[in-house]
């Protein structure tokens, strides 16, 4: 049959759905390769990618839905499109029988008592549905991006005026009333209140909180511009205060990337006029500003979890910078990786679904690397040309807008990292790939199952070029997150992986490494 | 007390519009979730469907 492919104008269907059907379709043996997708220009560009740009696929418009497969004589389009409409009504009468209104207005009718809406719709609508929702007195937890920052001011002074949660744009992590919501982990109930406007970061956070024993009372996300001059803070001041107001948060979080110093100056303010104990992770900010407003600045998200534990133990809090276990283990470690390497191997590639964790990688490798490259790099010489190759050292975000528009999010869909592994695992100037594998609520429910094969084959044919490849991993799970945490363990340990437990650690191992290489 | 901490103390009750794998997850924990099959007004025609919305 060759290259067909289907085009159906304004039909929207959401991205994880779609991913399901793609992936369904992929099963039949005769087709080699197929794209169900919007015809968004990340989406055509995969498609042009696999060979399957046909004309009618190349003027669809976002808003236009198409299937495009590549097969043998044997398949029939009619009997594909059967079958893909088939999977689209078993999505929507499988899950639940339940009456799904179109609208947020019918919706409150259906539920005149609903508290919070979760919107993912795409970023160019969220603002009208979004103010609607504030309209109605809901709080808000907007997991969308491509949102602007002047529709994000908006909707934040709006909420503000209405004493509203506005969390987000581009928030991908929650935790209300012990609710996972969106992207977020199973964590023990305790007295540790979060507001996060890092997703990822709050998620390790939280994770290593519930490790270490202690529990939390709400996790709030702000979206990641909260803290930008343009917004001012808005959203944490208000979950701050309302944590503060909150009898079972005994202490408080503050997670951010280095805010605008201004914003920095008026929060921490306000933290210092409160009586609860506060730990503020201004990752890789000015830890002697925090220091001096009475708070408990972090070395990394790891010691932000294990101070925050201590205080709400009654403990007195220390600096935590080093390995879980003997150091002296570690450097074994690094010995025996670097032994293996042939004089080709130099170089480190992070493969991050998490931004935050990215980040904290980017911060650690940068002091003694110097050059690090990547999608979003820590000074502009370092930015990639093409984000879809690497150079030198790197550290690549899969979850930024670049791999995202159209398609789910790499925690939810592994197969970008699964090909940028392969991709790396055949360039023999590579030693050592980094990751992280989230679990919790919104990812994949097998996410490290998902990568073993890419994982294995990256090191096979590092190893039939002379070489050795090292990956090393950091799985940000708990015992109560759905995906089963040892199994996930044991699967990457099985594919030669060194676990480390917590992303700093991981980051700060393959630092050891990369000292000895270079 | 601030509606925030109001939220707090109540049994939470969630809209879900968009992806449906949230709404999914929220039901698998037994949480209260209404999914809005939302699609973009008059098929992403922005004009058209502020105009629709007044209506």
């Known amino acids: ?518 | 007390m601030s509606k925030i901490n109001e939220l707090f103390d109540s049994e939470l009750k969630v809209i879900n519009l968009g992806l449906e794998s949230f709404s999914a997850e929220l039901k698998l924990q037994k949480k209260q979730v209404v999914h809005v099959e939302w699609r973009p007004v008059a098929g992403g025609n922005k004009k058209l469907g502020s105009i629709l919305d007044q209506l």
């Open chain 1, 1 to 518: 049959m060759g290259l067909k492919s289907y085009v159906k104008k304004n039909a929207y269907y959401d991205s994880v759905v779609l991913m399901q059907v793609t992936k369904e379709l992929k099963k039949t043996e005769e087709i080699n390769e197929v794209i169900v997708g919007m015809g968004t220009t990340l989406n055509k560009e995969l498609a042009e990618n696999l060979g399957l740009l046909t004309d009618e696929v190349k003027k669809t418009t976002q808003n236009d839905f198409f299937v495009s497969l590549d097969g043998e004589d044997a398949v029939d389009m009619d009997e594909v499109l059967n079958k893909i409409t088939a999977l689209l009504n078993k999505k929507k009468t499988s899950e639940d029988e339940d009456y799904r209104p179109a609208t947020l207005k019918s919706a409150l009718k259906v539920m005149p008592e609903a508290n919070l809406a979760l919107f993912s719709i795409p970023g160019e609508y969220a603002y009208d549905q979004v103010k609607k929702a504030l309209d109605q007195g809901l709080h808000v937890m907007l997991f969308s991006d491509n949102v602007t920052i002047d529709e994000e001011k908006k909707l934040k002074d709006y909420a503000k005026e209405k004493g509203l949660l506005m969390m987000g744009p581009d928030c991908g992590t929650a935790i209300i009333n012990h609710t996972p919501l969106a992207f977020a982990n199973v964590i023990k109930a305790g007295n540790i209140g979060i507001v996060g406007a890092s997703g990822t970061g709050t998620q390790e956070v939280s994770v290593l909180i519930d490790k270490f024993g202690g529990g939390i009372s709400q996790v709030i996300g702000t979206g990641g511009r909260d803290l930008k001059e343009a917004i001012g803070g808005t959203m944490m001041l208000m979950a701050f205060e309302a944590l503060e107001a909150d009898d079972e948060t005994e202490v408080i979080v503050l997670i951010s990337k280095p805010p605008h110093e201004s914003v920095a100056k008026k929060i921490l303010e306000r933290v210092k006029e409160c009586k609860k104990p506060v730990v503020v992770d201004f990752i890789g900010g000015d830890t002697e500003m925090i220091k001096s407003y009475g708070a408990y600045p972090c070395i990394s998200l790891e010691d932000a979890a294990q101070k925050a534990v201590a205080l709400g133990k009654g403990n007195t809090p220390k600096d935590f910078n080093g390995f879980s276990m003997d150091e002296a283990m570690v450097d074994a470690m690094v010995e025996k990786e670097v032994q293996q390497y042939s004089n080709t191997q130099k170089y480190v590639r992070g493969l991050y679904t998490g931004g935050t964790l990215a980040d904290e990688a980017m911060m650690v490798l940068t002091e003694s690397l110097k050059a690090v490259y990547s999608n979003k790099p820590k000074s502009p010489e370092f930015k990639l040309e093409d984000v879809f190759r690497s150079k030198e050292n790197t550290i690549i975000d899969l979850g930024e807008d670049e791999f995202t528009v159209g398609k789910p999010h790499p925690m939810i869909d592994p197969s970008a990292r699964v090909e940028r592994m392969k991709q790396e695992g055949a360039d023999e100037s590579v030693a050592v790939v980094l990751m992280d594998m989230v679990l919790g609520y919104g990812s994949h429910e097998d996410p490290a199952g998902e990568m073993i094969e890419s994982i294995n084959e990256a090191k096979e044919s590092m190893t039939s070029n002379g070489g050795h490849l090292t990956v090393v991993a950091s799985v940000c799970g708990t015992e109560g997150d759905p995906q089963d945490l040892e199994a996930t363990e044991q699967k990457l340990k099985d594919a030669g992986v060194i676990l480390m437990p917590s992303n700093a650690q991981a980051v700060k191992f393959v630092d050891k490494i990369m000292k000895r290489i270079s």
